[in-house]
Structure formats: C-alpha cells, structure tokens
C-alpha cells in the first residue's frame, strides 16, 4: 500500500478535461442547431426567390447530414459519460486506498511518538 495523492490528482484531471469535452461538445451541438435552422432559412428563401434548384437539392440533404452529425456528437458524449463514470470508480477505489494508507502512517507515527517518550 501505497500513497495515492499524486495518481488521484491525476485522474482528476483526466475527468476534470473529459467533462470540459462534454461542455464543448454541447456547445458545438447547440451551435450546429442554430446553422441548421439559418441555413434552412437561406436555401429556403434562395429557392423561392431565386428558383434555385440547388437549394432545394441542399436542402433535401440538410436533415440527413444534421441527423448523422447529432447522433455523432451523442455518441460521443456518451462515450465521454462512461469514461467520466469509469474514472469515478477508479478514484473512489484510490481514495480508499489512500486513506487507509494515511490512517496507517498516522498510526504508525503516533506508536513511535509514544515508544520515543513524546520527543
């Protein structure tokens, strides 16, 4: 048994940078949102006003390529998720370890003060 302090910040860090990939990938989902709908908006005015047959091509993949990329960012915040849970586990496992060290050297220390006399 071992000191864990140095591994435990560690893997803190570790789920401290997956959740801020959760927090940007969210961000990127809204923001994907919102060019869906501006966009859909522009093909739809270019194809009314313009007659442009393009638009309406564009728009008929439009659904298809926002519903691979929604379900691309879920998996990966899903991903991120069970990783996020694995590290939990991982840290209450250390922390455990860690404490039951601590306590260790704590009773240890406290037998040699009182062997030594308290000096």
């Given at each position: 048994?071992?000191?864990?302090?140095?591994?435990?910040?560690?893997?803190?860090?570790v789920?401290?940078?997956?959740?801020?990939?959760?927090?940007?990938?969210?961000?990127?989902?809204?923001?994907?949102?919102?060019?869906?709908?501006?966009?859909?908006?522009?093909?739809?005015?270019?194809?009314?006003?313009?007659?442009?047959?393009?638009?309406?091509?564009?728009?008929?993949?439009?659904?298809?390529?926002?519903?691979?990329?929604?379900?691309?960012?879920?998996?990966?915040?899903?991903?991120?998720?069970?990783?996020?849970?694995?590290?939990?586990?991982?840290?209450?496992?250390?922390?455990?370890?860690?404490?039951?060290?601590?306590?260790?050297?704590?009773?240890?220390?406290s037998?040699?003060?009182?062997q030594?006399?308290?000096?």
């Open positions: 048994m071992a000191c864990q302090c140095g591994l435990i910040t560690r893997y803190e860090n789920k401290q940078a997956y959740k801020d990939s959760k927090t940007q990938l969210r961000y990127a989902q809204i923001h994907a949102e919102t060019l869906d709908r501006k966009y859909t908006t522009i093909l739809e005015d270019c194809a009314a006003t313009f007659d442009i047959a393009e638009a309406l091509d564009l728009l008929t993949v439009m659904p298809d390529l926002t519903t691979e990329g929604k379900e691309l960012i879920e998996n990966a915040m899903t991903l991120l998720d069970e990783k996020i849970s694995d590290i939990d586990v991982k840290l209450w496992e250390l922390r455990d370890e860690d404490t039951r060290y601590h306590d260790q050297q704590k009773a240890e220390e037998i040699t003060y009182l030594t006399g308290g000096h």
